[in-house]
């Protein structure tokens, strides 16, 4: 029962990625949150998806989605330890302004050096 559960949820993240113009690049992650959120909110597990202008990571559970604009993006880079978690690797950190501040997440990818070069190239 737990399969199917999981299966439909990845299922409609991929479908929200899948309905995005010029996905470029979509991978399964798992999120360790949002820094301005602090370290008490949950991991998530979710898609992560890029198109020409903007970064998307869809969480399953909670259903939550993050657009990340491009132009906005400050840095790039690689941590351990993000929001006071850690999942035993290097993690890839994106940083970027948005209306109310400075903000920053971490997802464990599988392709780390992948995302990080399709992300400071863009």
Not at 53 to 80: C, E, G, K, N, Y
Not at 87 to 105: F, H, K, N, P, T
């Amino acid at each position: 029962m737990l399969k199917g559960v999981r299966r439909r949820l990845a299922s409609g993240a991929h479908g929200a990625a899948a309905a995005l113009d010029g996905v470029t690049r979509q991978d399964d992650v798992v999120s360790l949150g949002l820094a301005s959120r602090g370290g008490r909110q949950v991991r998530g597990n979710g898609t992560l998806a890029l198109t020409a202008d903007a970064l998307h990571f869809f969480m399953w559970v909670p259903s939550d989605s993050t657009v990340i604009q491009l132009a906005d993006i400050t840095a790039v880079d690689t941590v351990r330890v993000h929001a006071g978690k850690t999942i035993g690797g290097q993690l890839l950190r994106v940083a970027w302004r948005s209306a109310s501040g400075e903000d920053a997440i971490a997802w464990r990818v599988p392709d780390l050096d992948g995302w990080l070069a399709a992300l400071t190239t863009e």
